[in-house]
């Protein structure tokens, strides 16, 4: 990574942090953030966002007390840790921001060009994407060496991974600061290049994409396919059952992006999870994808 010295905060200084957007992975890494110490602000477009990120909080909170990982006093103390604003106004003391709103390239940019614009000079700028370049949301700001990736995975207070992502611009203090704060958080870190998919999706995302090819050409029934690889190769679900649960239009979403960003035919998306997509059949959320909920 760049040796050009920025003025990005220790991660030792950092006590405030932002997260942008309250949807599935927004809200649990607000939880995260806050269970792990810091004062969070959760930004949305709407109060509307912002109530179902908070109803999803504190449901999981009370999971974690009913598990006995923690007290309710706990329970409380880490949901008045965060703040709920609409837009990005409140941002003056932020040290640390995650923007984890949709996937769309056009939207990213102009967050970090407006969180450019509000944020402290020392304020690191992360991003939770799965698929949009470092390098590139890193360009819509005047400051791309205080830009990374820091993937969470779905989701985030369950899930022990953060890939973190160095753009082409990304200074070794701002690595620094983000891998140390994903140690706080007590996640485990895997450092990826900032190519298509990184390194979960790029390898997942095939195997779930040869699994409907499998399932396509009768090679075996989605319940064989997933045991077969559920048992086989000791993963806690099968492939088949693994895509309902994520969303087969995120599935689908993820190999285009490895399909186009690295055009490869190998990464080319089974016809048949494209039609499962196109019938509205895209798992768990909707009731019905491989398998009926």
């Keep these: 990574s760049n040796s050009k010295m920025s003025k990005v905060i220790a991660s030792a200084a950092v006590k405030n942090i932002g997260v942008i957007g309250a949807g599935q992975m927004g809200n649990g890494i607000a939880q995260v953030a806050a ?10 477009v709407n109060q509307k966002g912002l109530d179902l990120g908070k109803a999803t909080i ?3 909170l009370s999971r974690f007390v009913k598990k006995g990982v923690f007290d309710d006093a706990k329970a409380t103390e880490i949901a008045s840790k965060i703040d709920y604003k ?26 970090f060009s407006e969180l450019d614009a509000v944020t ?28 990374i990736g820091m993937h969470f995975m779905n989701p985030p207070p369950l899930m022990k991974l953060i890939e973190v992502i160095n753009g082409m611009a990304t200074c070794e ?6 891998t140390e704060l994903c140690d706080v958080m007590g996640k485990t870190v895997a450092v990826s290049q900032d190519r298509p998919g990184f390194i979960a999706n790029r390898i997942l995302m095939p195997m779930i994409n040869e699994a409907f090819y499998a399932l396509m050409e009768g090679v ?7 045991t077969a690889m559920k048992l086989g ?6 492939p088949l059952t693994l895509a309902d649960f994520i969303g087969l239009d995120t599935c689908l979403a993820i190999m285009r992006v490895l399909n186009n960003g690295l055009g ?30």
């Design 35 to 44: 269970s792990a110490g810091f004062n969070v602000i959760l930004s949305d």
């Design 58 to 60: 504190e449901k999981s």
């Design 220 to 226: 075996g029934e989605a319940k064989d396919i997933d």
């Design 173 to 178: 203090q701002t690595f620094k600061t983000c």
């Design 120 to 147: 402290p000079e020392h304020c690191m700028l992360a991003s939770n994407t799965s698929s949009i370049s470092i390098t590139r949301i890193a360009a819509a700001t005047k400051r791309p060496e205080q830009v």
């Design 264 to 293: 490869d035919s190998k990464y080319r998306p089974c016809p048949l999870l494209v039609q499962y997509v196109d019938a509205g059949w895209l798992g768990r959320k909707t009731g019905k994808g491989v398998y009926e909920y």
């Design 233 to 238: 190769t000791n993963q806690p679900m099968g």
């Design 86 to 111: 609409i837009g990005l106004k409140e941002f003056g003391d932020v040290d640390v921001a995650i923007e984890a709103a949709p996937e769309s390239e056009a939207l990213k940019n102009s967050i």
